[in-house]
């Protein structure tokens, strides 16, 4: 079935520790993205990438980095600079620019990101 | 802020009643979009409006739209137990490809 994979599900991670979330996608998707979610709130932008080889940062992009090798693959790493990486983190993506572009998501399952 | 604000935070309804809510934003866009999350899991397009139409339905959706006021709503009719969730709004700014969240309004629907 074609969708958005997110692995792991669940993560622990101690202070001063990197961690990098999986986010593959089967759907033949131009454009990935990242967003942070705080209890309680809404969807904060991390990092975006329209095409491979290339992304930019969203709203919150520090102590975060991304790469984007392969059209499928968007892996983000929450790096020891980030001050408060608890969170729960969605990857998403949706079919890119384009006239016809809706901008619809489609998401991953998340991952919930856990410091001790 | 970039993000939308959405009210009320959270609403309680009985199965059959229908819910209503709301969203503001802050800039001009090109669409506006609604999503449906499950507690820890992730989103659910529920349903898309253009900035040129004023509303659009979709089975028990009805999505208002009014660009002069910044605002959409969001009704679900006949509400059912499995409709509660967190349901959020987000618009796509025009000349960009970033779609900008609200803060989400949580619904609880008692059977």
């Known amino acids: 079935d074609g969708g958005i994979t997110q692995s792991p599900k669940y993560l622990f991670r101690k202070e001063g520790q990197n961690v990098t979330l999986s986010c593959e996608q089967n759907?033949?998707?131009?454009?990935m993205y990242w967003y942070r979610q705080d209890p309680g709130q809404g969807l904060r932008l991390i990092y975006y990438?329209?095409?491979?080889?290339?992304?930019q940062k969203g709203d919150i992009a520090e102590g975060y980095s991304v790469s984007r090798e392969k059209k499928e693959s968007f892996p983000l790493t929450v790096t020891s600079a980030q001050k408060n990486p608890t969170a729960f983190y969605l990857c998403?993506?949706?079919?890119?620019?384009?006239?016809?572009?809706?901008?619809?998501?489609?998401f991953g399952e998340g991952s919930r990101l856990t410091v001790l | 802020s970039q993000q939308g604000e959405e009210d009320p935070q959270a609403l309680s309804i009985q199965e059959g009643e229908n819910a209503t809510m709301n969203c503001s934003y802050k800039?001009?866009?090109?669409?506006l979009q609604w999503y449906r999350q499950n507690s820890g899991r992730g989103l659910v397009h529920l349903i898309l409006?253009?900035?040129?139409?004023r509303e659009k339905h979709s089975g028990r959706l009805r999505v208002t739209l009014d660009t002069s006021k910044k605002s959409s709503s969001l009704l679900i009719t006949a509400s059912r137990a499995a409709d509660t969730a967190s349901y959020f709004c987000?618009?796509?700014?025009?000349?960009?490809?970033?779609?900008?969240f609200g803060t989400g309004t949580r619904l609880q629907v008692f059977p």
């Open positions: 800039t001009s866009i090109n669409n």
């Open positions: 759907l033949n998707h131009d454009a």
């Open positions: 998403a993506s949706s079919p890119g620019q384009g006239r016809t572009n809706t901008g619809e998501l489609f």
């Open positions: 990438s329209q095409i491979v080889n290339d992304f």
């Open positions: 987000a618009t796509l700014w025009i000349n960009t490809d970033k779609l900008i």
């Open positions: 409006i253009r900035s040129n139409e």
